[in-house]
């Protein structure tokens, strides 16, 4: 494989003229007067560093493409005297296009922020794409604390020896921890009004959920804007192995897909095969099915991208959210809740929902890396030496880690304890507001950073404050965000968070975090998962829109049928072993 990789560089060589235009992104991203005026005088703060550099940022996570700009930008500028040119393969094109053509031309970026896992940190290393970072990160404080999480992972993915690569979700949590705040990031969200005036009847098992949609569609038959509602609204955009939203009732039962196999968060069930007639995969295609065949399945599913489905949920035309990230930040906004409206966890008795616990070992699937043709590689050491402290933290974590913004500005420590000034609330609590000038100007929202690392476990606690990272957690927060909606939901249920009520119930099921990594595959296997995983998608999506059971139960058999057809055991077996391989890796960090 390593050769391989070298040999599609080579060949691929005739094509770097087409990176060139990734370099004149620069440009066109900002205007040359903001250039000049960013590069212009040197603050005290980032006098040991008096070149200004516009800095090439590869991040395969960002979906974002240009000059970070903002009150980020301000930060980085201030304290490093440089501006952040990303280029993400997400927004140019999405797939690995960008990668190999930058790789091609021998020079991923100063930075890059991308998977480590699956071989490829050996094949950056051994194409000379990658610096070591070994010199370059003695006395960095911060990287440090997670000393052993970044040998561990080195060790784990290189055979030269050296550090390449920083892992991201580093913690000093047990790998038993689990790393939800509030939500876990799957359950049963309704329209708790809804809901509510139903009586909040019992839900044993997800199915029992169907009915209960009925009637809270007959309850609501219009949406906000008059449209008519749906209880299931899809997508396909996220479709890769299977259909993505048929993901969602496995992991309610402590199951996730490793390719073609389904696991148990903690391995105590047998793997199962995904298209076996009694996955768990199958099982969701099923709920799916049954409620399109009771008018609950809204028919533009097949064809809308997500962006379309964000507003229906906004509209108030969708009453059933797989994730806290989509119904409740799309429809409980300050209007609604004040209204009582809004989407909240309702509990199924039967289910023990997947949590990730803390990566002990750091998560290679992103990871920071120093390109070999860096400009300054020291300065690019400090810059991932400081987004890995409590200040980078704060005002660059990505994802589910839920940044504060700068301390004095956002928030202050008030009795030991952390807490939002009013300005905080604007941003983080109503959802932007206009930034000071000396912090850069414009909008919070727009000048958030835009790397999209998740340096961090979103459990994590501040050393400097002792408390979470993620604001979300403080109790002043819960506190400042109280309303109507959540304060009804807590007095029905006797808790504060859903979280809270899951472990009370013994319903979370934790997989221990490892820094597992899938090994590389050869090009054939690679062609046989592909075909594979498309066949699988498309009689999912045939077998949920179905015109009745028997055609149902015929496109299940058809889809094992072509898959088994195109070497289905074959695959299997090596995601099998994959699983094998994790149960492995969970069993050292818990020693």
């Known amino acids: 494989m390593k050769k391989k990789f070298v040999s599609m560089i080579l060949c691929a060589a005739m094509a770097v003229s087409m990176v060139t235009g990734c370099g004149a992104e620069k ?25 200004f550099l516009t800095v090439d940022v590869f991040d395969s996570q960002a979906n974002y493409q240009g000059i970070q700009s903002g009150w980020f930008a301000k ?27 930058r790789s091609a031309a021998g020079n991923l970026g100063d930075l890059i922020f991308t998977s480590a896992d699956r071989g490829r940190l050996q094949d950056l290393v051994t194409a000379g794409l990658v610096m070591d970072m070994t010199d370059l990160i003695k006395g960095e404080e911060n990287l440090e604390r997670y000393r052993d999480a970044i040998e561990y992972s080195n060790k784990e993915l290189v055979e030269e020896e050296g550090i390449y690569m920083i892992p991201s979700e580093v913690t000093t949590l047990s790998p038993t921890t689990p790393m939800e705040g509030t939500d876990c990031n799957s359950g049963v969200y309704l329209r708790w009004d809804l809901y509510e005036e139903l009586g909040c009847p019992e839900l044993n098992t997800v199915e029992d959920m169907l009915d209960v949609l009925k009637e809270m569609q007959e309850l609501c038959p219009e949406s906000d804007s008059g449209k008519k509602t749906y209880a299931f609204s899809l997508f396909k955009d996220w479709d890769d192995n299977a259909m993505k939203q048929g993901a969602w009732l496995p992991s309610l039962y402590g199951y996730r897909f490793m390719g073609d196999a389904v696991y148990s968060a903690d391995d105590s069930l047998p793997p199962q095969s995904l298209v076996d007639e009694n996955s768990v995969y199958v099982r969701n295609l099923k709920l799916f099915f049954t409620a399109n065949q009771m008018g609950l399945m809204d028919p533009e599913s097949t064809t809308q991208n997500y962006d379309t489905l964000y507003s229906k949920y906004k509209d108030g ?19 609604h ?32 890396m120093i390109g070999s043709k860096a400009q300054d590689p020291q300065r690019m050491a400090d810059f991932i030496d400081w987004l890995y402290s409590p200040e980078g933290i704060g005002n660059s974590a990505g994802h589910s880690v839920t940044l504060s913004g700068p301390e004095g500005l956002t928030w202050e420590m008030k009795d030991g304890a952390p807490v939002l000034t ?19 100007g414009g909008s919070w929202k727009d000048g958030k950073s835009q790397l999209g690392i998740k340096a961090i476990s979103s459990a994590e606690i501040n050393p400097e404050t002792n408390h979470p990272y993620d604001y979300t957690l403080w109790d002043s927060y819960t506190e400042l965000n109280s309303n ?35 090994p590389a595959e050869d090009s054939e296997i690679a062609t046989i998962r592909t075909q594979i995983n498309s066949t699988v998608v498309e009689y999912s999506w045939k077998a949920v829109f179905a015109r009745d ?19 289905y055991e074959r695959i299997l077996e090596i995601d099998m072993q994959k699983v094998a391989d994790q149960k492995e890796e969970r069993q050292k960090v818990l020693q």
């Not at 903001?34 to 006098?47: D, L």
């Not at 035309?317 to 799309?330: I, N, R």
């Not at 809740?337 to 616990?357: L, N």
């Open 27 to 51: 440009s066109a991203a900002v205007p040359e007067a903001q250039g000049q005026q960013a590069a212009e005088g040197v603050s005290g703060e980032n006098s040991k560093y008096e070149e």
């Open 484 to 518: 109507e909606l959540i304060e009804d939901w807590q007095k029905h249920y006797g808790v504060k968070t859903a979280v809270e009520y899951y472990k009370d119930h013994g319903q979370v099921l934790v997989a221990p975090g490892c820094s597992y990594s899938e």
């Open 549 to 567: 059971e028997a055609e149902f139960d015929e496109y299940i058999r058809q889809m094992q049928e072509t898959v088994y057809g195109l070497g």
């Open 422 to 440: 009013e300005f905080g609330k604007e941003c983080l609590v109503d959802g932007d507001a206009q930034m000071p000038e000396e912090y850069g």
């Open 317 to 335: 035309a969708v009453l059933f959210s797989p994730w806290p990230w989509l119904g409740q930040a799309a429809y409980n906004v300050t209007e």
């Open 337 to 368: 809740v004040e209204e009582g409206k809004g989407f909240m966890a309702i509990p199924v008795a039967d289910t023990q929902i997947y949590s990730w616990g803390c990566y002990a070992k750091g998560n290679p699937a992103n990871s920071a």
């Open 75 to 101: 930060i980085v500028k201030d304290k490093f005297n440089m501006e952040l040119n990303i280029i993400a393969p997400n927004v140019a094109g999405g797939g690995d296009t960008l990668f190999q053509t």
